[in-house]
């Protein structure tokens, strides 16, 4: 059984590490000399950070009823989350096209767009870690600061949402790590100008420069360990290792 796990992570891992290290021994120096490649960089963490901060704090308000005050209403709201999230990139970009295009055409092919696409898309992501994390704050806590004199909203940043603050660290490393891979929404709703990792990486693989989209691999890659290792820190701590 060990050894089964052991040739499956080395396929997993191996393959495409070994791939793309030969793409960069190929490509030599120059490939790391583009002028696209640090602008890239900088606009998939800006991206990403602010597309996680923002999912995280929208999935809150519905982590926090589905946990204290489950019903009908609820349980629908949320599954339609789970439903838009399942749904193609491509049709989730397309239908934002074509409602900023009729109804908000200020904010067709902006920032706004994009970040509200990786919402409707990312959102149960943070929502799940978060609903998780917020079930094991007693609610008896609550009630122990407001009796003690801290307004509603106070006493649920103070306990429940203090508590929960690993929860939400992991949904949004997990609303990141999607973003920093997503393409299609980008492609279709970003401005012009605009160019992340996953859109040079598609632009190179389009014209079959494997030399050139191979630092683009690499970022993509090393941008994501940390956040693995947060997310792999957290679930030995859950698990009480």
Known sequence: ALTLQVATCALALGVPLLTLGDWLIAGGTQVWQMADLLPALQQTVMLGVAGAVLTTCAAIPIAWLSTRSPGRLQRILEGCNYITSSLPGIVVALALVTVTIHFARPVYQTAITVLLAYLLMFLP?????????????????????????????????????????????????????????????????????????????????????????????????????????????QSKRTAGR
């Open 125 to 233: 992501r943070a929502l799940v870690s978060l609903r998780a994390g917020i079930a094991q704050a007693p609610v008896e806590l609550e009630n122990i600061a407001r009796s003690l004199g801290r307004s509603p909203a106070r006493a649920l940043w103070l306990t429940t949402l203090r508590l929960a603050a690993p929860g939400a660290a992991a949904g949004a490393a997990l609303v990141f790590l999607a973003i920093t891979n997503e393409l299609t929404a980008t492609l279709l709703l970003a401005p012009n100008g605009t160019r992340t990792l996953a859109t040079g990486f598609w632009a190179f693989t389009s014209e079959i420069d494997y030399a050139a989209a191979a630092p683009y691999a690499l970022l993509m890659i090393l941008l994501s360990l940390p956040l693995t290792g947060l997310l792999y820190h």
